[in-house]
């Protein structure tokens, strides 16, 4: 791996896959704390309208995206706030509706035949300087506005009516987590694919959380193993010449397996030791 490091393009895709690791890492975990991973798939794929939409009319790639994601993802968030037990359903409609809208756009766009392949499971190896600067940025806006609204979204997260009987604006506090989830979801995708964005949302966060004392914690912690994950999957894709994306959802969900093991494993010790 230190070898291939002097490539630009490695180089470029370590920087991006951390950054991605670490604004999926404090994501993340809001959206597994308040159970809204279901949410975050559907706006995940919801995009690809986005994306169809600024290819067929020729906007920037970013902007139109966003766009479309956010107006999926307010819509979402509004269902799965009001109509608790009908949000699932809804949620998929809008989700396999986005999904072939944006495909069929891609379809109709003159002179244009895009690859979806790259968009489900990204092109780390060919992010660009300028995509890490967005990122660093995007990340550090995130992660300040995460800090500085910590306080109601930990009280937000374990117990919302609580939350409101100390005043907490829950309603409008969830759907800025949706909004955030939303441009994450835009950002990352477009370097690391929509499986791999799913993939570091869920998975170190559903890790974490068994080992975390705190939401802080589990935050740190989930961005830690995502970074893990992204080393790992980016040098077993260097070594076997595999697709790099692919390599690292692999390595996640192989640690995924890894964990329900050991649960299994400590929980059957612990009704030997009660028995």
């Not at 509004?78 to 359903?89: N, P």
């Amino acid at each position: 791996m230190i070898e291939a490091l002097q490539f630009d393009f490695m180089q470029n895709a370590l920087t991006a896959g951390l950054l991605a690791s670490i604004i999926c890492g404090v994501i993340g975990t809001l959206v597994v704390v308040n159970r809204i991973v279901f949410l975050s798939g559907g706006i995940a794929h919801a995009a690809y309208g986005g994306i169809g939409l600024a290819f067929y009319f020729k906007w920037p790639y970013l902007p139109g995206t966003i766009g479309f994601s956010l107006t999926a993802a307010m819509l979402m968030a509004a269902v799965s706030h009001k109509v608790k037990h009908r949000a699932d359903t809804i949620v998929g409609v809008i989700w396999a509706v986005g999904m072939a809208f944006g495909i069929i756009l891609l379809d109709l766009t003159p002179g244009y035949n895009v690859d979806l392949m790259s968009y489900l499971f990204g092109s780390i190896l060919t992010v660009p300087s300028s995509e890490l600067v967005v990122m660093a940025v995007v990340g550090v806006v995130i992660t300040l506005l995460v800090f500085f609204y910590y306080p109601d979204l930990l009280a937000m997260s374990y117990d919302e009516e609580f939350a409101k009987i100390r005043g907490v604006p829950v309603k409008a506090l969830y759907f800025g987590l949706i909004g955030m989830l939303a441009v994450t979801i835009v950002l990352v995708i477009q370097v690391v694919g929509l499986i791999l964005v799913i993939a570091l949302l869920t998975i170190p966060p559903f890790i974490a959380e068994k080992y975390a004392g705190s939401l802080a914690q589990m935050m740190l912690l989930s961005s830690a193993l995502g970074s893990v994950f992204t080393l790992v999957g980016l040098w077993l894709s260097y070594q076997y010449n595999l697709t790099s994306g692919a390599t690292i959802i692999m390595v996640s969900g192989s640690a995924f397996i890894v964990s329900l093991l050991i649960d299994r494993i400590c929980l059957k010790g612990n009704n030997l030791r009660g028995e």
